[in-house]
Nanobody, 119 residues
Framework: QVQPVESGGGLVQAGGSLRLSCTAS????????MGWFRQAPGKEREFVAG????????YYADSVKGRFTISRDNAKNTMALDMNSLKPEDTAVYYCAVDVRGRVAFGSWGQGTQATVSS
C-alpha cells in the first residue's frame, strides 16, 4: 500500500508563504484522488484541499480558498500545497492523504508536517 510522506513545513510570519510536498513511498498515487488535511492543537482534523487524479478538478475549504493552491505531478508521483497569505490560525500539522472522495480520505495518511504561523 502506498504511503504518503510529507515535507516542507516550518515557521513563518503572518502574511508569508510555505510550500508543502507529498511524495509516495512503497507504491504510487496512480489513479487516486488526493488531498490535504490539517489538525490544529485541541481541534479535530479538517479537510483543506482536494485534487482529482487528472488534476482537472481542485477544491478547497472556504477558510483557505484564494490563498492555498493544490497541485500534483503524476509523472513524479508527487503532490504539493502552496500556502500564501498565511494567518496564525493556519498553524497546524498538515497531512497528505490518498483516495480522497469529497472531503473524506479512504486511503493511507502521511505522518504529517508542522506549519507554524507567528503573528
Amino acid at each position: 500500500q502506498v504511503q504518503p510522506v510529507e515535507s516542507g513545513g516550518g515557521l513563518v510570519q503572518a502574511g508569508g508563504s510555505l510550500r508543502l510536498s507529498c511524495t509516495a513511498s512503497g507504491g504510487t498515487f496512480s489513479g487516486y484522488a488526493m488531498g490535504w488535511f490539517r489538525q490544529a492543537p485541541g481541534k479535530e482534523r479538517e479537510f483543506v484541499a482536494g485534487i482529482t487524479w487528472s488534476g482537472a478538478v481542485r477544491y478547497y475549504a472556504d477558510s483557505v480558498k484564494g490563498r492555498f493552491t493544490i497541485s500534483r505531478d503524476n509523472a513524479k508521483n508527487t503532490m504539493a500545497l502552496d500556502m500564501n497569505s498565511l494567518k496564525p490560525e493556519d498553524t497546524a500539522v498538515y497531512y497528505c492523504a490518498v483516495d480522497v472522495r469529497g472531503r473524506v480520505a479512504f486511503g493511507s495518511w502521511g505522518q504529517g508536517t508542522q506549519a507554524t504561523v507567528s503573528s
